[in-house]
């Protein structure tokens, strides 16, 4: 139970309680304004956004970091990366004949932003979503295309039982460790013959399971009357409430405001001046 | 050697939502050669304290003594091997970890990891095969392509092929049919006069009853009750409060003596004691 | 109709040259409660396959309240059957228990509208109302199990088919589904309940009695018929009920309590 990304973390909130597709929207609608071209003062703006949405969302700080681990080595890299090639701005300083500008450490400031940003949006997201719900909001953005007989249903039908199974094979997949490991099997300091061993130990058994929980699933489902072509009404229907109209307007005025404002530099400034 | 448990406790994912708090402090001596049932109710710790004989789970307080091991919070067992060799673990439903091509193969994975190669292995698979019923033209047969009983029959052919002096089951006869289920616990009964320490988590009070000679109760994560199985199961009151249904036989004899006929609850082990019991105390009556 | 179910000389192989099903006939009547008794691999998980045309037999026919099951009217006689199969676990399709109840109901297109109502009174039923947001990990076997019930009563079966139900449970679960499906009897009359099994208490309860073995029919009527000395059940890897197991040993010691129920013989004994 390590997956920190994209857990769902049951607690009680506004953000909780909005439809999955203005979480969705508002989400698209927030990346797209973090990947234009903007200034210092509109992060600065959507970071203080982001860290509003975290707080009202009551995700911990903790988890959100935990999303990030990942990040570290390819943030390191870009770094390397950008010193080496950019040479704008300033020069900063210079080792053994190599020069380091300022522009480097703007643009991988920049881009580790945007990354932080887009990591932290998301893990709102997926924690405060149950993923079915997601599946639905996916399968109706998806469904105008019904009319060129693009399975979406069919397709979110798979999702949902994807994720309903994510738990059972979890499980199933620390048990199998753990009994092959009662007979030998040492992934952490066997020789690589014996671990790759471990691996088909572990993978067969899985694949086994998988292929008969699919067979036996499919046969609860048909059971049930279930037919794939079939017209089938719906349990769960997503609920478009006046918060969701609320916090749709919201999101436009902050993507609203920070596009705007990258384009009329004078806005800013303004600002500047009001505060001194 | 007798395993040793000393105020053992396990909590699962602690610091997340879903920390559990499986064993709260379990001391608890298993006798070597002995063949202890633990029983309880689903979620009481039974599989959470099997899985410290052989550490595949570390105490995070106490410690659990196999042998010359100590298995405890801190310590990195230097050869987890060789104790895994020792305590051989059964799991629910062992059919589902079988995987190579053939039978034979499949039996031989556990004692190859533990370096057994050449004719001895051979020897050892053969063996193996047998004890549990099945005879060798299996051997070269897939493990997929075999009845459910007979694949539970190979997974343990499997771990009785490492020669362990622990043998560790966890409800080795779930699903099985009467019959099947019966041989299962005959092999046991076999493994067990050879001289061999068997723990067996089990539901089946029948049989805890028939084939077992101390009984561990867990409740909630702590030793409830530890005893002979005839000496747990004929108080009712206690098996009441740890929601366990004693054997149907313990249960009847129970309900005669709780309408007062004088029979000896310690005399009843199946129908034909029961019975003679009841022909004494009624012939004696008369 | 007198007979929900009728199976005509079926047989049926999963492999060329192995028959599993090997010539069977015989019927199960209108609202009777009938246990299909087999050891592991009799057979007895196959038929149900067959009648609810999730197999298709080799030869011979399969009719469920007079009609013929065929390729073509599959999905409208499965609408009379409900099934309840052995693994608590792959048979949880919804990702909540509401939402698993709601999974047949949405396949009958129920109107929306009806649908809490329903799910409500269902999950009440078999006494899961309380967990009715509850996802499948948080819950036991014997839960499970429940809950696929729940969802199959809701669509109004009239015939109910018990595929090992209770094997993986424990014996609380166990208890739990065979009270279960006593009180469903109870609560419906009507329906066929067809339990497959190999729990002979379990038989001992039921109106009929048909025993497998190797794929053909060893023995079949009322449990007092089928539990007889003469009937060798050992032979084929089944025993005998306790109860009855103790009324014989009492007889050969000239205590003759027979058809008596375990309270009618602690008393008789007591007396």
Redesign the interface.
Known sequence: ?NIALGRY?PYDSIIHRLDPRTKLLALIALLVAIFFKLSFWEYAFLIVVCLALILISKVKFRSILQAFKPMWLMMLFLLIINVLVIKRGDALFTIASFTCYSGAIFQTLQIIIRLALMISLTTILTSTT?P?DLTYAIEWFLSPLRVLRFPTHEIAMTI??A??FI??LF??TQ??I?????????LQSGKLK?KIGGL??LI??LF??AF??SE??A?????????PG????????LDFAIRDLVGLLVCALIVFLSIYSSYHPEIVRTLEIWKN | MPIEFKNVSHTYYPGTPFEYQALRGIDLVIKDQSFTAIVGHTGSGKSTLVQHINALLKPDSGEVRVNDYVINHKSKIKNIKSLRKLAGMVFQFPEYQLFEETIFKDIAFGPKNFGLEGKELEERVLKAIKLVGLDETYLEKSPFDISGGQKRRVAIAGILAMEPEILILDEPTAGLDPQGAKEMMNLFAEIHRQGKTIIMISHEMDYVLEYCDEVVVLKKGLVAAQDKPINIFSKAELLKGLHITPPAIIDFANRLIANKLPIDIKKVFDIESLISEIVRVKGGNK | MENAIEIRNLTFAYQAGIKVIKNISFNIKTGSYTVILGHNGSGKSTIARLILGLLMADTGSIFINGVELNQKNVYDIRKQIGIVFQNPDNQFIGSTVADDIAFGLENRCVEHEKMQAIIDDFAAKVGMQEFLDKEPSNLSGGQKQRVAIAGILAMAPKILIFDEATSMLDPKGKREIKELIKKTKEIYPDITVVSITHDIDEAYLADEVIVLNQGEIFAQGSPAEIFKEEQNLEAIGLDFPFIYKLTTALKAQGLDYSGATIEELVMKICQ
């Open positions: 139970m973390i149950k079915l949902s039982l994720l309903r738990p059972t499980e199933e048990k199998l753990k009994a092959q490991a009662s007979r030998g099997v040492d014996e088909v130990s067969v058994p086994v399971s008969q929980k036996e699933l046969d609860a489902m048909e059971a049930r009357g279930y037919n079939a017209k089938r009404t719906r349990y769960r229907k």
